[in-house]
């Protein structure tokens, strides 16, 4: 992670500083990470994006086939009519995924102070 961006940083693209390190590159179009016409994948992958500002590269994420990194090239305006339609909508997402992240939480925390025992079983 820390040679891709050091390569950007220096001038090259993202995609010439992966291909130089043989590794695979893909670009996504027009991603809106709470659209209903964005697959979840999409949505996963647009995710690190949403704090960065053009040209910056995401930290290095954990993925089932490894890693990635993304790299903001532009975003577009908001359009303030469909923003308004599903305001509602995205709330209720926004809100869910921090419910999810405190039970999360919470379940680690319990785990970690869980003392379960067996009758029976030996101690040690």
Same mark, same amino acid.
């Given at each position: 992670?820390?040679?891709?961006? !050091? !390569? ?17 590159? !893909? +670009? ?40 990635? !990194?993304?790299?903001?090239q ?5 359009? +303030? ?5 599903r305001? $509602? ?15 999360? +939480? ?6 970690? $102070? ?6 029976g079983?030996?101690?040690?």
């Amino acid at each position: 992670y820390n040679t891709l961006a !050091a !390569a950007v940083a220096s001038g090259k693209s993202l995609k010439e500083a992966a291909d130089a390190q043989k590794l695979e590159t !893909a +670009e996504l179009q027009a991603v809106i990470p709470a659209a209903e016409s964005t697959s979840p994948l999409d949505q996963n992958l647009a995710a690190p994006t949403l704090l960065l500002k053009d040209g910056e590269i995401s930290k290095l994420e954990q993925a089932p086939w490894g890693g990635f !990194a993304i790299q903001l090239q532009s975003r577009g305006p908001v359009d +303030e009519k469909l923003y308004t339609e599903r305001r $509602a909508e995205l709330r209720e997402t926004m809100l869910q995924g921090k419910r999810d992240l405190l039970f999360a +939480e919470w379940l680690r925390v319990c785990r970690e $102070a869980a003392r379960i025992t067996m009758p029976g079983a030996e101690q040690g």
